[in-house]
């Protein structure tokens, strides 16, 4: 019954004109940086590496479509969580504000099994639009720009990161990031499970957001001992693929802060949407 | 084993300080058609919704096919078919692959072509393909009624299945609850608050009012047991008036106009006034009798 119902959530979210509307938005957007970037990449490229140009010389062609890759995951991985939350929280509250939930809940699958497939199908659609923004970065990139080696800036200064090494670094960052989505995703339809309409744990999984975000920026000790324990902290964990040397502790540390974060989420949304009486 | 299909037993439901259902108790047999009849308000919904499990109850037991509802929620469910308020369906999807959303966990194995004979059933044949979003309520009704029967449930239950559709639509949905209870042998549970409704359809029934049952048994013998009032239209009301005080001077006899008149009588009277009036030569147009079920029922609710 499980996977029939997972199935059941499969269709829905295929169906529902909302599910398009993160993809849409990744590929306009994605389209037009990478427009932009064919124009006028090299002015971009130049004004990044101007301040190295005294003490190195660049070779080859920096303006590749790794690098434009990079650039786009992380301009848009900040905001790819409200392309998921506006689908992912509308899945049970959605439900409870159409009516059908009551239909669903009066049918002879446990309401854990319920709830379960449809934090696997929010699962996939996080997925889905993940993989959407890695072709149109990674894919599309390539083939407007071609491959080569990436250079990466942070605050330890300049990486130069060999082509041959790139593979591995942007499966294991896109890794990362659809954890950090995930999470993102059990955020919102936990959220979900607590509200009636569809608006409002959208609206407060972005405020959450938001709100831990700006705890973790804000450079003030009293933070300092929640700050590593906010999943946001988390979420450009991905960036960490392309460090040198590679901070294997840290990405570790960042994969179990977002896993316990998930699995708390769902024990939560499991025991409310268990006991929740279904009144819409 | 009962044989008791639905057996509720002091059932309550609070929210807080608010009593939704306070002590609602009622028993429902193989092949009724049961009448669940209440005032808005009465409680109706919410002791639908814990017999579902949609809601769980403060306190009381409910016990569906001999089984506690508590511990076998599946395989009751697996069961049942309903309808709780409306039917909502998801609009941007065709009537069929909504029903095929809910025939694939509804416990059976459900075929294209089962999905295509319930909704032959309901008269919506050719409308398979169409988005739900188009549909009008009576429409959305009969898809709900089809979804019910998807996987050939013993025990229906249809809560304010008429809400909200035009009289044409009430007389559909009537004859599809008949249809059920005579071609197809199922138990139906209804509940209402149009009297008429349940006068017409239900052999037996409970009345709620205020989160308790007041009375349940057969409808029948509910309304016989009851004084009627009956209105008859004649010819000769002075001679009427004459005739049935010399016969019956206990009955209360009112004249409402130049050719009806009320009395308050029992059912088994009724062919003995018809019989005296015409035997004096008192042509009698109608005779109807005016204490249904509104008038027990309000009776009830007032007490």
């Known amino acids: 019954m499980f996977w029939k119902s997972t199935y059941n959530e499969f269709i829905k979210i295929a169906a529902k004109p909302r599910s398009y509307i993160g993809l849409a938005a990744i590929s306009a957007l994605v389209s037009v940086i990478l427009f932009a970037m064919k124009v006028d990449g090299k002015t971009y490229i130049s004004f990044i590496t101007s301040s190295f140009e005294q003490t190195l010389t660049f070779e080859g062609d920096i303006l590749n479509g790794d690098l434009i890759a990079f650039i786009i995951l992380q301009m848009l991985i900040i905001h790819v969580p409200l392309l998921v939350a506006l689908v992912t929280g509308d899945l049970v509250s959605g439900e409870a504000a159409m009516g059908s939930l009551r239909m669903l809940a009066t049918k002879p699958i446990s309401r854990s099994s319920l709830l379960m497939s449809k934090f696997l199908a929010g699962g996939a659609y996080t997925l889905v639009i993940l993989l959407w923004l890695g072709f149109m970065a990674l894919g599309v990139g390539h083939i407007l720009f071609g491959s080569g080696d990436l250079m990466v800036l942070n605050s330890d200064g300049l990486v130069i990161l060999q082509n041959a090494d790139l593979a591995w670094r942007f499966l294991g960052g896109f890794g990362v990031a659809y954890l950090a989505l995930l999470t993102i995703a059990t955020l919102s339809i936990t959220l979900s499970c607590f509200s009636d309409n569809s608006i409002g744990p959208i609206v407060t999984t972005m405020a959450i957001i938001l709100f831990f975000t700006i705890i973790g920026t804000l450079d003030v000790p009293v933070f300092d001992n929640i700050r590593p324990f906010l999943f946001t902290s988390h979420m450009i964990a991905w960036r960490s693929f392309f460090e040198e040397p590679f901070p294997i502790e840290t990405i570790q540390q960042s994969v179990i802060i977002l896993v316990v974060h998930i699995v708390v989420l769902i024990g939560v949304a499991l025991f409310k949407f268990n006991k929740k009486d279904i009144l819409s | ?303």
Not at chain 2, 239 to 259: F, Y
Request: proline content about 3%; overall charge neutral; aromatic content about 6%.
């Open chain 2, 1 to 303: 084993m009962s044989d008791k299909i639905i057996e509720v037993k002091q059932l309550a439901k609070y929210y807080g300080k608010f009593k939704a259902v306070e002590d609602v108790s009622f028993d429902v047999y193989p092949g009724d058609v049961f009448g669940f009849l209440g005032p808005n308000g009465a409680g109706k919904s919410t002791t639908i919704r814990t017999m579902l499990s949609l809601i769980t109850p403060t306190s009381g037991e409910t016990r569906l096919f001999g089984r506690d509802l508590a511990h076998h929620r599946s395989y009751i469910l697996s069961r049942i078919g309903c309808i709780v308020e409306k039917p909502d369906f998801y609009k941007y999807l065709s009537a069929q692959k909504n029903l095929e959303i809910f025939g694939r966990i509804s416990g059976a194995s459900i075929t294209r072509s089962k999905i295509g004979e319930m909704l032959e059933f309901v008269g919506l044949k050719g409308r398979e393909k169409d988005k739900v979003a188009g549909f009008s309520h009576g429409m959305k009704q009969r898809l709900g009624i089809a979804q019910t029967l998807l996987h050939d449930p013993e025990l229906i239950i249809l809560d304010e299945p008429t809400t909200g559709l035009d009289p044409q639509g009430i007389i559909d949905i009537r004859n599809l609850i008949l249809q059920l209870k005579n071609e197809r042998n199922k138990t139906v549970v209804l509940s209402s608050h149009i009297l008429s409704e349940i006068e017409l359809i239900a052999n037996r029934m409970v009345i709620i009012n205020k989160g308790r049952s007041l009375v349940q048994g057969s409808v029948s013998e509910l309304l016989n047991n009851q004084e009627l009032i009956v209105r008859i239209e004649l010819d000769d009301l002075q001679k009427a008036l004459q005739v049935m005080s010399d016969r019956w001077p206990q009955l209360e006899i009112e004249a409402t106009g130049p050719n009806s008149l009320l009395i308050h009588l029992s059912h088994e009277i009724i062919p003995q006034v018809n019989n005296s009036l015409s035997a004096a030569g008192v042509n009698v147009f109608a005779i109807e009798s005016k204490r249904k079920l509104e008038d027990y029922f309000l009776k009830l609710v007032k007490n």
